[in-house]
């Protein structure tokens, strides 16, 4: 037997039906394809780093946090909650920055980094970071103080973190190149 029948026979067991039919046909017509992926053009698109997906995931769940306990603090006046929100936005400008130096990192170090979608991201991802600074320091006023400003700056940077988040896991494609 030689190693592509063992292989048909351990994909043939392995496998469902649709994984079968489509690993013949691949195998098949392996020629065809390598002349169609030469033949079209794809723009360059990028692949997230993990590390990089993970700093840019990481601040949108704090930006949440802290609008909701900016939300409890303007129902209950509790100063707890004021203190929750204050360190909910200072973890996440820690990631939000760390994200932002990476992108602009990668945005100026790859030839790929000039597009757009590159452009727009590093943009909103700056902009999420500079509203959640002042964020920050409208926080650090005594009490009461902090709003209505404070609530309508944490909604404004958790859609802002938001959408940075969902712009940047969008232009990085997977299959793409590095």
């Known amino acids: 037997m030689d190693r592509r029948s063992l292989f048909d026979v351990c994909a043939h067991t392995a496998?469902?039906?649709?994984?079968?039919?489509?690993?013949?046909?691949?195998?098949?017509?392996?020629?065809?394809?390598?002349a169609l992926a030469t033949a079209t053009h794809t723009p360059a698109r990028r692949i997230i780093h993990p590390v990089h997906a993970v700093l840019?995931?990481?601040s949108l769940p704090l930006f949440l946090g802290a609008l909701l306990s900016d939300w409890a603090y303007s129902s209950t006046y509790q100063i707890q909650w004021l203190n929750f929100a204050s360190w909910l936005i200072a973890g996440a400008l820690l990631f939000a920055g760390a994200a932002l130096l990476w992108a602009a990192i990668d945005f100026f170090r790859t030839d790929v980094g000039k597009d757009r979608a590159g452009a727009l991201y590093i943009l909103v991802l700056l902009t999420t970071f500079v509203l959640g600074f002042i964020n920050a320091l409208v926080h650090a006023k005594d009490g009461w103080a902090t709003m209505p400003a404070g609530l309508i700056l944490s909604v404004l940077v958790f859609f802002l973190a938001l959408f940075a988040t969902w712009l940047g896991f969008s232009t990085f494609r997977a299959g793409a190149t590095r």
Do not use: T, V
């Not at 496998?15 to 390598?34: H, N, P, T, V």
């Open 56 to 58: 840019l995931a990481s």
């Open 15 to 34: 496998l469902g039906a649709s994984a079968r039919i489509a690993f013949k046909w691949a195998s098949r017509d392996c020629k065809k394809e390598k």
